[in-house]
């Protein structure tokens, strides 16, 4: 079946929206993004289907990555006229017992219960023609949206995620999906659509924060055949909001590159993911055919002279070709590495053509934008960074997971309300933002409000959006060394600043680490990062130095400590520190002598203990377990 | 053009273009180290980062690859770039501490050690090699893996069979991280070799593009289409890219041209031997054993080794070094050759005097060969030279083989002497005598030219129409009608040339077209109106030199309206433009500084020609030869001196007048001098060509020396030919012959002869526009050996014409003893007289004939019957003819005894004396000139020691005299057999027909001429001019004082220079 039009759209919605809202039965919905199948989620899945045969009344599904990692793997149940309900941590083995319950109303088991849903209609809706019948809710229950995780968050990228089947487009279309692009396709010039985007202040989400409606205006300036491309190449350790993406709501991605295709004037689409995301691969793959069946991807789409093709790329792990040209060279087949990019892309890019190149983010905030309005959009965030961004807030912290909230939020807002603060109230030290090359930002700058201009100004980036937490037991000199590890593995190796200049910056930090730094280390660092940020050719050189340069500047102490005192406070690098036992806070409870697996630790019963620091091997068991803060570094 | 600001200047440049191009155009210096100019830069050492300042932010780009644009502003030196600049170098530094190139940026960069641990790497990553592969159409090597693992390396790092060995990378690579070795170790499947260089004969490589040979005609470099990348996998391009005047295209195909023509001259000379065919002398295996080719470059200054004398297995200078003589000929063993090449003992000579001279530690140069061939003018003379005065070794010899000492690389030749004992030599070099080759190539093209080939694939002539072919219209000289030497073949050549032209002599200027000229504009009056033209001559001048400076200079001096730069002044484009710009500026004196004038001053006075204004109004600079050559290292200098150069030339142009090139008729006739065989071909031939003959003959009958011989030595009756040849002489309305005739008094020069014959008691004016002189020479009179004394004693001339009478006493002969070298090769008369072995060896063999018999001996010193001669004396050896070799320095006694004639004469072989009865005595005597000879007094040609007329050129100009309009052939010029006398005839006569088909001379401009008022009639100008120009006034006001005539005078100087009275003047 072709949609040739609006109506066939509204049909599609007016049917989906029941069966997502009014299911028959009971439905329920299992997250079943990459993060959720590792936590278990697909066991959790396939038991359900084994208990539940379909046909009696049980539905089971599955849905997307709601955000809150900590809490997977999530699962919603839901019955017409009762409250969706949110349970977490759902295992294989308790998941029969959680639909008997929903079942039976039995909602005693609150551990189980994340929460209830008050209001799952999306922001994209239309509120008046989709009416959502006044349900009682239960009772002791939070609503989901007033849980702290939640309750600062603005859903608008991730606005589908963990509502609807992501290989199902009905359900996409039942919550407002392709609506923008027709609109944009009948109701718009290409010229209004570019200057919606830019009304509405959307910067590219893939990190360099460029405004997205010059550049589109800028590719479509330039004569030839243009391409659409996205970037999925989504690199950054412990950053995944391009994948929950992909893995929950794919078509939000496919009609933000639509609508860039009508309004650039592009025939050719190509999404780079990396090979890594296979569920991701697999969900576009899907996503592309039944968009294709509907024919809202292919030729003359909906009766127009617009046609359109997208093709995926899978890239081969290499964190550099998450940078344009590398990508771009890599997608025609060459080695992937960057070039300068003195001519850009937008004017010789792919095969020599203008492209544009967006990441996944920036390619779903378009048809929310289209659909509500360049004021809407705009009318969120700062003055420089306009809307949402998503984070994954990972680290030493209670909630890990991806949030989506507005621009200028804090990273104490971030940190502590979201994130529910630092993990074993230990002490909060430094959060590092925008992937390996970003900064880490120090306590001192918690009430920043988070937008790309101010955390550059700080030293650090927003990249794609990698929030790390670190605590008392972090080391900042360990940390950038790690960072510069990965950067050196990763680096193209084509220009000489950055290749030699990081693998010399890591030298001098693994010998400070190792307790040899010498006297001048920090001051080479300094001079090295220097020029590695200004000469090196593309993106990944000249924000490499950041970690160093960051750490050096707010934790300058630190590193002297390693270099003159061969102390690591921390206790992470293991030549520059012991542990010991504090024995007037130690209660004599044996715990840690149990655990050591040196038998290190001697002492009686409620007698202070004892640490043989020749047979200890700095594993920290002890200070792990040491339930009195007894077991110190020193 | 683009106008932006660099380093606080505001500076051009043309859109598109890198920054770092513009900045070197103005001079700024920005290093780098990925950069090359045939490839797009990369940006990849970011050696050269700049700061880019916009309102107050700075950015940092690389000025290779960073396109300039409409008011940037440019930093290329601050602080802050110097810094970013000097930690690169040091990271590379201590990536790389033994490159040089680093060392050196290292010490620029004020960095002792680097502060990082060193490493021992050599390659600095910078992709030039990569890069340039994927330019060659190849990519066999590219940069694998990432980061810190990045390196230049195959696919899986296995060699591969993509590489084409063409080296680019190692030519590129900056540190010399790729190398040959390594190509050939890692890389390429296929072994790598340096393309040979065939000129260098592969003792030195070649490229792909090269010019064959320095003084190539014409001198333009050509593409090996075999060798060249691009026709292998369609990449690189880069010559075209930087041809200047867009010359290369790489899609020319060979093209078929017909035209129609009368005549054919075949001309394709031969190949060498090849003495890898079948090694008996080690050629293959050992580099210090190569041929003459081989070592004539090894000894030239422009050679491989720069003229230095050393061996090529480890280039140390040689202390001996042997020559085998007869390689590849004489020879009928496998892949040789039977006949003589006729040229090798005089070039081993000549080698082995070189070879001495260029030594530093007295060489010791020995030449081992069979017979010693210095047959030619003046060789004899030479060969003594070789052996008396710079002691080369002769050794008369037969070479079993050659081996060599692995560990000294020295060379063991194994011989045995000419007494038969068996001995061993070590030299460190041993040169192998090669001989000439029939080209197996030529033989085939024969067949479709129709003509035969002799059983060598030799061209077949006869030896009376010595370049006429087997098919009519198709002649031939040079080596392909047999081996010669150069001025043989130079001979050949005009010869080929005349007589094709003889037979078109009718058709002559029909095909011709004549120029327009405009008419000349007279300057005469004008004030000077100088143009100057600095030529850039691509990157040749204006590498060095600042060619804009100059011209902006050049544009400021006195009479200059009009001044400018060319890319290259002598493309025909600029030509067409300097017309233009002469017309449009009414210039009135030119200048063109670039480079020399000896190639180029007559093409820009064509240029003058054709703006239509007086070609001696042109002066040139030389700042390319004489300065931008000269001067590389000192570009700053090298343009001050360049200003200089233009300077002088345009204070001397300012100078110049227009002169006038006078006409001068000549007359269209010729007189030939002598009515032998040269003489009448020589009449025979003028006549053909369509030129009234006047040949006059001493003697009251024509014939010369002809008339005493039988056959020539290929059997071809003589008398028949020569009865022929008279009577078409005599019967030729167009030859006047005199006979009894003699040359009393000779007035005039080239164009307009008068000469005053006295014949029969009368004297007769004859006016003629040249001479040929063919005055020829005789057998000598021996003394001694009982001659003229005993009956039984006869001159080999005397035998022949007793063949020619068919004495029946020579069949009552036994025995008949020839002796060889009577008169000729002592110190009286030390030339060879060239013809008397072959002549000996024919008379021998005809004897046998007349009485088979008959027992005969030929005592000779070196047995010379060369070229394909060598086939009759092979012949004469299996008729059963004794060749003797006999001790020179001992008498040859002949008495007369009871048994007939005793021959006394000292065996080399035996190394004793030995007697032979002979009923005949045949004494091969010498061609000696006459005694007293007029002629050179009266035409002012000069005659050599032994009384031969001397040419101008013994190799250019074989035929000529240094005095223009006569010319010189037969036995007058040198002892030679009839064929080549023909041949110098009809060579003579061609050169005769250059001069007078033009029918009237134009003299050059630039000649002497005298002030009567200040001539002292001292004559020394008379004494000194080499051309006969100069000479006394006979009538008139200024009689006895000297004057020149325009016509002879060459503007060389030499008068001007000489007149103690200041009386003449260019």
Same mark, same amino acid.
């Given at each position: 079946m072709?949609?040739?039009?609006?109506a066939?759209?509204?049909?599609?919605?007016?049917?989906?929206?029941n069966?997502?809202?009014?299911?028959d039965?009971t439905?329920v919905?299992f997250?079943?993004a990459?993060c959720?199948?590792?936590?278990?989620?697909?066991a959790a899945?396939e038991?359900?289907q !084994?208990d539940?045969?379909q046909?009696?009344?049980? #539905?089971?599904?599955?849905?997307?990555?709601?955000?809150?990692c900590?809490a997977?793997?999530?699962?919603?149940?839901?019955?017409?006229?009762?409250?969706r309900v949110?349970y977490?941590?759902i295992?294989?083995e308790?998941i029969?017992e959680v639909?008997?319950?929903?079942l039976?109303?039995?909602f005693?088991k609150t551990?189980?219960?994340?929460?209830?849903?008050r209001d799952?209609?999306?922001?994209?809706?239309d !509120?008046v023609?989709?009416?959502?019948?006044?349900?009682d809710?239960?009772?002791?229950?939070?609503?989901l949206?007033?849980?702290?995780f939640?309750?600062?968050q603005?859903?608008?990228?991730?606005?589908n995620c963990?509502?609807?089947?992501p290989?199902?487009?009905e359900e996409?279309?039942?919550?407002?999906?392709?609506f923008s692009?027709?609109r944009?396709l009948f109701?718009?010039k290409?010229g209004?659509i570019?200057q919606?985007i830019?009304?509405?202040?959307?910067r590219?989400?893939g990190?360099g924060?460029?405004?997205t409606?010059?550049?589109?205006?800028?590719c479509a300036r330039?004569?030839g055949?243009r391409y659409?491309?996205?970037?999925?190449?989504?690199?950054?350790?412990?950053?995944?909001?391009?994948?929950?993406i992909?893995?929950?709501?794919?078509?939000?991605v496919l009609?933000?590159?639509l609508?860039a295709a009508?309004a650039i004037?592009?025939?050719h689409g190509?999404?780079?993911?990396?090979?890594e995301?296979?569920?991701?691969v697999?969900?576009l793959v899907t996503?592309?055919k !039944?968009?294709?069946?509907?024919?809202?991807?292919?030729?003359n789409i909906a009766?127009t002279?617009?046609?359109f093709?997208?093709?995926?790329s899978?890239?081969?792990?290499?964190?550099?070709c998450g940078?344009?040209?590398?990508?771009?060279?890599?997608?025609e087949?060459?080695?992937?590495?960057p070039?300068?990019k003195y001519?850009?892309t937008v004017e010789?890019g792919?095969?020599?053509?203008?492209?544009?190149?967006?990441n996944v983010?920036t390619?779903?905030?378009?048809p929310a934008?289209i659909?509500?309005?360049a004021?809407?959009?705009?009318?969120?965030g700062t003055?420089?960074s306009?809307?949402?961004k998503?984070f994954?807030?990972?680290?030493k912290?209670?909630?890990t997971g991806?949030v989506e909230v507005?621009?200028g939020t804090t990273?104490?807002n971030i940190?502590y309300d979201i994130?529910?603060?630092?993990?074993?109230k230990?002490?909060?030290?430094?959060?590092?933002?925008?992937g390996p090359?970003?900064?880490?930002?120090?306590?001192q700058?918690l009430d920043?409000g988070?937008?790309?201009?101010e955390l550059?100004?700080i030293?650090s980036?927003?990249?794609?959006g990698g929030?790390i937490v670190?605590? #008392?037991?972090t080391?900042?000199v360990?940390?950038a060394?790690?960072f510069?590890d990965?950067?050196?593995e990763?680096?193209c190796?084509q220009?000489n600043?950055c290749?030699?200049g990081?693998k010399r910056?890591?030298?001098?930090l693994?010998?400070?680490?190792?307790?040899?730094?010498?006297e001048?280390?920090?001051?080479?660092?300094?001079?090295?990062?220097?020029m590695v940020a200004?000469?090196s050719?593309c993106g990944?050189?000249?924000?490499a130095?950041?970690p160093v340069i960051?750490?050096?500047?707010?934790?300058r102490?630190?590193?002297?400590?390693?270099i003159?005192d061969?102390?690591?406070?921390?206790?992470?690098?293991?030549?520059?520190?012991?542990y010991?036992i504090?024995?007037e806070?130690c209660?004599g409870c044996?715990?840690?002598?149990?655990?050591c697996?040196q038998?290190?630790i001697t002492?009686?019963?409620?007698?202070p203990h004892?640490?043989? !620091?020749d047979k200890c091997?700095?594993c920290?068991?002890c200070?792990?377990?040491?339930?009195f803060n007894a077991?110190?570094?020193k | 053009?683009?106008?932006?600001t660099l380093?606080?200047?505001?500076?051009?440049?043309?859109?598109?273009e890198y920054?770092?191009k513009?900045a070197?155009?103005?001079?700024?210096e920005?290093?780098?180290?990925?950069?090359?100019?045939a490839?797009?830069?990369?940006?990849?050492c970011?050696l050269?980062?700049?700061?880019?300042?916009?309102?107050r932010?700075?950015r940092y780009v690389?000025?290779?690859n960073?396109p300039?644009w409409?008011g940037m502003?440019?930093?290329?030196d601050t602080e802050?770039?110097?810094?970013?600049?000097?930690l690169?170098?040091?990271?590379?530094?201590?990536?790389?501490?033994d490159v040089?190139?680093l060392?050196k940026l290292?010490?620029?960069y004020?960095?002792?050690?680097?502060r990082?641990?060193?490493e021992?790497?050599?390659?600095?990553?910078?992709?030039l090699c990569?890069?340039i592969c994927e330019?060659?159409?190849n990519s066999?090597i590219?940069?694998t893996?990432?980061g810190?693992d990045m390196?230049?390396?195959?696919?899986f790092?296995?060699?591969?069979?993509a590489?084409?060995?063409?080296?680019a990378?190692?030519?590129?690579c900056p540190?010399?991280?790729i190398n040959?070795?390594?190509?050939?170790?890692?890389?390429?499947?296929?072994?790598?070799?340096p393309?040979p260089s065939?000129?260098?004969?592969?003792?030195?490589?070649?490229?792909?593009?090269?010019?064959?040979?320095a003084q190539?005609?014409?001198n333009?470099p050509v593409?090996?289409?075999?060798?060249c990348?691009h026709?292998?996998?369609?990449g690189?391009?880069?010559?075209?890219e930087?041809?200047?005047?867009?010359?290369?295209?790489?899609s020319?195909?060979?093209e078929?041209?017909e035209?129609?023509?009368?005549s054919i001259?075949l001309?394709p000379g031969?190949?060498?031997?090849?003495?890898?065919?079948h090694?008996?002398?080690n050629?293959?295996?050992?580099?210090?054993v190569?041929?003459?080719m081989?070592?004539?470059?090894?000894l030239s200054a422009?050679?491989?080794y720069g003229?230095h004398?050393?061996r090529p297995?480890?280039?140390?200078e040689?202390?001996?070094i042997?020559?085998?003589?007869?390689?590849g000929?004489r020879d009928v063993?496998?892949?040789a050759?039977?006949?003589c090449?006729g040229?090798?003992c005089t070039y081993?000579?000549?080698?082995?005097?070189?070879?001495k001279?260029?030594?530093s530690?007295g060489l010791?140069a020995?030449?081992f060969?069979?017979?010693?061939?210095?047959f030619?003018?003046d060789?004899?003379?030479?060969?003594?030279r070789?052996?008396e005065e710079s002691?080369?070794?002769?050794v008369?010899s037969?070479?079993?083989?050659?081996e060599?000492?692995d560990e000294?690389?020295?060379q063991?030749?194994?011989?045995?002497?000419?007494?038969?004992?068996?001995?061993?030599?070590e030299?460190d070099?041993?040169?192998?005598?090669?001989?000439?080759?029939?080209?197996?190539?030529? /033989?085939?093209?024969?067949?479709?030219?129709?003509?035969?080939?002799?059983?060598?694939?030799?061209?077949k002539t006869?030896?009376?129409?010595p370049?006429q072919?087997s098919?009519?219209?198709i002649y031939?000289c040079?080596?392909f009608?047999?081996p010669?030497?150069?001025?043989s073949s130079?001979?050949?050549?005009?010869a080929a040339?005349?007589?094709?032209g003889?037979?078109l002599?009718d058709?002559?200027?029909t095909?011709?077209?004549?120029?327009?000229?405009p008419?000349e504009?007279d300057?005469r009056?004008?004030p000077?109106r100088?143009?100057?033209?600095?030529?850039?001559?691509?990157?040749?001048?204006?590498?060095t030199?600042?060619v804009p400076?100059v011209?902006?200079?050049?544009k400021?001096?006195?009479g200059?309206v009009?001044?400018?730069?060319?890319?290259?002044s002598?493309?025909?484009d600029?030509?067409?433009?300097?017309t233009?710009?002469?017309?449009?500026h009414r210039l009135n004196?030119v200048?063109?500084?670039?480079?020399?004038?000896?190639?180029?001053e007559?093409?820009?006075?064509?240029?003058l020609?054709?703006?239509?204004?007086?070609?001696?109004?042109f002066?040139?600079?030389?700042?390319?030869?004489?300065?931008s050559?000269v001067h590389?290292?000192?570009?700053?200098r090298?343009?001050k001196k360049?200003?200089?150069?233009?300077r002088?030339?345009?204070?001397?142009?300012g100078?110049?007048e227009?002169?006038a090139?006078s006409?001068?008729?000549?007359?269209?006739?010729?007189?030939?001098?002598?009515?032998?065989?040269?003489?009448m071909a020589?009449?025979?031939?003028?006549?053909e060509?369509?030129?009234?003959?006047?040949?006059?003959?001493? /003697?009251?009958?024509?014939?010369g020396? /002809?008339?005493h011989l039988?056959?020539?030595?290929r059997?071809?009756?003589i008398q028949g030919y020569?009865?022929?040849l008279?009577d078409?002489v005599?019967?030729?309305d167009?030859?006047?012959?005199?006979v009894n005739?003699?040359?009393s008094?000779?007035?005039g020069f080239?164009?307009n002869?008068k000469?005053?014959?006295?014949?029969?008691g009368?004297?007769?004016?004859?006016?003629?526009?040249?001479?040929?002189i063919?005055c020829?020479?005789?057998?000598?009179?021996?003394?001694?050996?009982?001659?003229g004394?005993?009956s039984?004693?006869?001159?080999g001339?005397?035998l022949?014409q007793?063949f020619?009478?068919?004495?029946?006493?020579?069949?009552?002969?036994?025995t008949?003893?020839f002796?060889q070298?009577?008169?000729?090769r002592?110190p009286?008369?030390p030339?060879?007289?060239?013809?008397c072995?072959?002549q000996?060896?024919?008379s021998a063999l005809?004897?046998?004939?007349?009485?088979?018999?008959?027992?005969?001996f030929?005592?000779y010193?070196?047995?010379?019957?060369?070229?394909?001669?060598e086939?009759?004396y092979?012949?004469?050896?299996?008729?059963g003819?004794?060749f003797?070799?006999y001790?020179?320095?001992?008498e040859?006694?002949?008495?007369?005894?009871?048994?007939g004639?005793?021959?006394s004469?000292?065996d080399?072989?035996?190394?004793?004396?030995?007697d032979i009865?002979?009923?005949?005595?045949?004494l091969?005597s010498?061609?000696?000139?006459?005694?007293e000879?007029?002629l /050179?007094?009266?035409y002012k040609v000069?005659?050599n020691?032994?009384g031969?007329f001397?040419?101008?050129h013994v190799?250019?100009r074989?035929?000529?005299?240094?005095?223009?309009?006569v010319f010189?052939?037969?036995?007058a010029h040198?002892?030679?057999p009839?064929d080549?006398?023909i041949t110098?005839?009809q060579?003579?006569?061609?050169?005769?027909?250059?001069?007078l088909?033009k029918k009237a001379?134009l003299?050059s401009g630039?000649?002497a001429e005298t002030?009567p008022l200040?001539?002292?009639?001292?004559?020394?100008?008379?004494?000194v001019?080499?051309?006969?120009a100069?000479g006394f006034i006979e009538q008139?006001?200024?009689?006895?004082?000297a004057?020149?005539n325009?016509?002879?005078?060459k503007g060389?100087?030499?008068?001007?220079?000489?007149c103690r009275?200041?009386?003449?003047?260019l």
């Amino acid at each position: 079946m072709k949609i040739e039009s609006t109506a066939d759209l509204e049909n599609i919605r007016q049917e989906y929206s029941n069966k997502l809202y009014y299911p028959d039965g009971t439905k329920v919905l299992f997250g079943m993004a990459s993060c959720g199948i590792a936590a278990g989620a697909k066991a959790a899945f396939e038991k359900a289907q !084994q208990d539940f045969p379909q046909g009696n009344g049980i #539905q089971i599904s599955q849905t997307g990555c709601l955000g809150f990692c900590e809490a997977e793997p999530l699962i919603e149940i839901v019955q017409t006229g009762k409250p969706r309900v949110i349970y977490q941590n759902i295992t294989e083995e308790k998941i029969v017992e959680v639909i008997h319950s929903y079942l039976e109303n039995d909602f005693k088991k609150t551990k189980w219960i994340l929460g209830q849903v008050r209001d799952p209609r999306n922001l994209m809706e239309d !509120q008046v023609k989709n009416p959502i019948g006044e349900i009682d809710p239960i009772e002791k229950i939070p609503f989901l949206e007033d849980t702290p995780f939640y309750h600062n968050q603005v859903k608008i990228a991730l606005r589908n995620c963990g509502y609807i089947d992501p290989d199902c487009i009905e359900e996409y279309i039942a919550r407002g999906g392709y609506f923008s692009f027709f609109r944009a396709l009948f109701d718009h010039k290409p010229g209004e659509i570019i200057q919606i985007i830019k009304d509405s202040g959307l910067r590219g989400r893939g990190g360099g924060g460029f405004s997205t409606g010059v550049k589109w205006a800028t590719c479509a300036r330039h004569h030839g055949e243009r391409y659409i491309i996205c970037n999925a190449d989504e690199g950054d350790p412990g950053a995944y909001m391009d994948r929950s993406i992909l893995e929950g709501d794919p078509h939000s991605v496919l009609e933000g590159m639509l609508i860039a295709a009508v309004a650039i004037g592009s025939s050719h689409g190509f999404m780079y993911v990396r090979n890594e995301y296979p569920l991701a691969v697999k969900r576009l793959v899907t996503a592309i055919k !039944q968009a294709e069946k509907f024919g809202l991807i292919g030729d003359n789409i909906a009766g127009t002279d617009f046609s359109f093709k997208i093709k995926i790329s899978t890239g081969a792990g290499a964190f550099v070709c998450g940078e344009s040209t590398a990508l771009m060279a890599s997608l025609e087949g060459k080695v992937g590495r960057p070039r300068a990019k003195y001519v850009h892309t937008v004017e010789k890019g792919f095969r020599n053509n203008p492209s544009n190149l967006n990441n996944v983010e920036t390619y779903a905030n378009v048809p929310a934008i289209i659909s509500k309005g360049a004021d809407w959009y705009a009318g969120m965030g700062t003055e420089g960074s306009k809307g949402t961004k998503v984070f994954s807030l990972v680290g030493k912290i209670k909630n890990t997971g991806l949030v989506e909230v507005a621009m200028g939020t804090t990273l104490r807002n971030i940190i502590y309300d979201i994130g529910g603060g630092v993990l074993k109230k230990k002490k909060f030290k430094a959060v590092q933002t925008g992937g390996p090359s970003g900064g880490c930002i120090p306590e001192q700058f918690l009430d920043l409000g988070v937008d790309f201009d101010e955390l550059t100004k700080i030293g650090s980036i927003m990249g794609s959006g990698g929030m790390i937490v670190m605590d #008392q037991d972090t080391c900042m000199v360990d940390v950038a060394r790690y960072f510069l590890d990965f950067l050196k593995e990763e680096s193209c190796g084509q220009c000489n600043p950055c290749r030699e200049g990081i693998k010399r910056m890591l030298q001098i930090l693994t010998r400070i680490c190792e307790g040899h730094g010498k006297e001048g280390d920090v001051e080479l660092l300094e001079e090295l990062g220097d020029m590695v940020a200004k000469a090196s050719l593309c993106g990944l050189g000249t924000s490499a130095p950041n970690p160093v340069i960051t750490t050096i500047n707010y934790f300058r102490d630190e590193y002297y400590a390693h270099i003159r005192d061969k102390k690591c406070s921390a206790g992470v690098c293991k030549n520059l520190f012991h542990y010991d036992i504090d024995e007037e806070a130690c209660t004599g409870c044996r715990l840690c002598a149990l655990k050591c697996p040196q038998e290190a630790i001697t002492g009686e019963k409620k007698e202070p203990h004892k640490l043989d !620091q020749d047979k200890c091997i700095k594993c920290s068991i002890c200070y792990e377990a040491c339930k009195f803060n007894a077991v110190v570094i020193k | 053009m683009i106008s932006f600001t660099l380093n606080g200047k505001t500076v051009q440049g043309k859109e598109g273009e890198y920054l770092l191009k513009v900045a070197e155009e103005h001079g700024i210096e920005i290093p780098t180290l990925c950069h090359h100019k045939a490839l797009e830069p990369a940006g990849m050492c970011r050696l050269c980062t700049v700061e880019m300042h916009y309102g107050r932010r700075v950015r940092y780009v690389t000025a290779c690859n960073y396109p300039i644009w409409e008011g940037m502003e440019i930093k290329t030196d601050t602080e802050g770039i110097h810094q970013i600049r000097k930690l690169i170098v040091e990271l590379l530094y201590a990536r790389c501490p033994d490159v040089d190139i680093l060392k050196k940026l290292a010490k620029r960069y004020d960095i002792e050690e680097p502060r990082f641990s060193k490493e021992d790497d050599t390659c600095i990553l910078c992709g030039l090699c990569t890069r340039i592969c994927e330019r060659m159409g190849n990519s066999a090597i590219s940069l694998t893996g990432r980061g810190t693992d990045m390196k230049v390396d195959t696919p899986f790092h296995i060699q591969t069979e993509a590489c084409l060995s063409c080296g680019a990378c190692a030519t590129v690579c900056p540190t010399g991280h790729i190398n040959y070795e390594k190509i050939r170790a890692n890389i390429s499947e296929s072994d790598i070799a340096p393309i040979p260089s065939e000129y260098e004969m592969g003792l030195k490589g070649r490229k792909p593009v090269y010019v064959p040979y320095a003084q190539a005609v014409p001198n333009t470099p050509v593409i090996d289409r075999t060798k060249c990348v691009h026709f292998k996998t369609g990449g690189c391009q880069i010559c075209a890219e930087f041809c200047g005047v867009n010359a290369i295209d790489h899609s020319q195909q060979d093209e078929s041209i017909e035209v129609e023509v009368g005549s054919i001259i075949l001309a394709p000379g031969a190949d060498v031997y090849d003495p890898g065919l079948h090694d008996t002398y080690n050629y293959t295996k050992h580099p210090n054993v190569v041929t003459s080719m081989e070592f004539e470059r090894i000894l030239s200054a422009s050679g491989p080794y720069g003229g230095h004398l050393i061996r090529p297995s480890d280039h140390v200078e040689p202390r001996k070094i042997a020559w085998l003589q007869c390689v590849g000929s004489r020879d009928v063993h496998l892949g040789a050759h039977g006949f003589c090449s006729g040229v090798c003992c005089t070039y081993a000579i000549k080698e082995a005097m070189l070879a001495k001279e260029h030594s530093s530690n007295g060489l010791d140069a020995a030449v081992f060969y069979i017979d010693m061939r210095t047959f030619g003018k003046d060789f004899e003379q030479y060969y003594n030279r070789a052996r008396e005065e710079s002691g080369v070794r002769f050794v008369k010899s037969k070479i079993t083989h050659v081996e060599s000492n692995d560990e000294t690389g020295m060379q063991v030749i194994r011989y045995v002497d000419e007494a038969g004992r068996r001995l061993e030599e070590e030299f460190d070099m041993v040169v192998l005598s090669v001989g000439l080759s029939a080209s197996l190539k030529t /033989a085939e093209q024969a067949k479709k030219w129709g003509i035969d080939l002799d059983h060598y694939n030799f061209a077949k002539t006869n030896s009376f129409d010595p370049v006429q072919t087997s098919r009519p219209g198709i002649y031939v000289c040079g080596i392909f009608q047999g081996p010669k030497d150069i001025p043989s073949s130079v001979i050949d050549s005009s010869a080929a040339a005349g007589v094709a032209g003889s037979r078109l002599s009718d058709v002559r200027w029909t095909l011709t077209k004549t120029r327009e000229i405009p008419e000349e504009v007279d300057v005469r009056g004008e004030p000077p109106r100088i143009g100057v033209f600095v030529c850039r001559c691509g990157t040749n001048i204006a590498g060095t030199v600042d060619v804009p400076e100059v011209t902006e200079f050049a544009k400021g001096l006195p009479g200059v309206v009009y001044a400018e730069e060319n890319m290259f002044s002598c493309s025909q484009d600029t030509q067409d433009k300097m017309t233009e710009i002469i017309k449009e500026h009414r210039l009135n004196r030119v200048v063109v500084a670039a480079c020399t004038p000896k190639t180029h001053e007559p093409l820009f006075q064509e240029t003058l020609i054709n703006a239509g204004i007086n070609k001696y109004l042109f002066e040139m600079g030389n700042i390319r030869n004489q300065c931008s050559w000269v001067h590389k290292d000192d570009p700053d200098r090298a343009t001050k001196k360049s200003k200089d150069i233009v300077r002088m030339a345009v204070a001397k142009a300012g100078l110049l007048e227009p002169l006038a090139e006078s006409t001068m008729g000549i007359t269209q006739s010729v007189l030939v001098i002598g009515g032998g065989v040269a003489g009448m071909a020589a009449a025979r031939n003028m006549s053909e060509q369509g030129y009234h003959t006047y040949l006059i003959e001493k /003697a009251d009958a024509l014939g010369g020396q /002809a008339r005493h011989l039988h056959e020539t030595w290929r059997g071809e009756d003589i008398q028949g030919y020569l009865t022929q040849l008279a009577d078409a002489v005599q019967s030729d309305d167009n030859v006047d012959v005199f006979v009894n005739a003699r040359i009393s008094h000779v007035e005039g020069f080239v164009g307009n002869f008068k000469t005053t014959i006295h014949q029969n008691g009368e004297n007769r004016i004859l006016e003629h526009g040249v001479t040929i002189i063919a005055c020829g020479a005789s057998e000598l009179k021996p003394g001694g050996y009982l001659y003229g004394e005993d009956s039984r004693v006869v001159t080999g001339l005397e035998l022949q014409q007793r063949f020619i009478d068919k004495d029946p006493a020579l069949g009552q002969a036994d025995t008949a003893v020839f002796i060889q070298c009577v008169g000729s090769r002592i110190p009286e008369r030390p030339y060879c007289s060239k013809v008397c072995c072959t002549q000996s060896i024919k008379s021998a063999l005809t004897l046998k004939d007349v009485n088979p018999q008959m027992k005969v001996f030929v005592l000779y010193r070196d047995m010379r019957p060369y070229g394909l001669r060598e086939d009759l004396y092979r012949e004469a050896r299996s008729a059963g003819i004794r060749f003797i070799r006999y001790n020179s320095d001992k008498e040859v006694d002949v008495t007369n005894g009871a048994e007939g004639l005793k021959v006394s004469f000292s065996d080399r072989v035996l190394q004793r004396m030995m007697d032979i009865r002979a009923d005949l005595l045949v004494l091969a005597s010498a061609v000696v000139p006459p005694a007293e000879n007029p002629l /050179a007094q009266l035409y002012k040609v000069p005659v050599n020691a032994d009384g031969f007329f001397a040419e101008a050129h013994v190799k250019l100009r074989p035929v000529d005299f240094a005095t223009d309009g006569v010319f010189v052939c037969g036995l007058a010029h040198a002892p030679k057999p009839i064929d080549e006398s023909i041949t110098q005839a009809q060579a003579a006569v061609s050169r005769a027909v250059t001069l007078l088909s033009k029918k009237a001379f134009l003299t050059s401009g630039i000649i002497a001429e005298t002030n009567p008022l200040n001539c002292s009639s001292c004559g020394v100008c008379i004494s000194v001019c080499p051309y006969s120009a100069p000479g006394f006034i006979e009538q008139g006001p200024f009689t006895g004082k000297a004057q020149i005539n325009p016509v002879l005078c060459k503007g060389c100087g030499l008068c001007v220079a000489s007149c103690r009275s200041g009386a003449i003047r260019l």
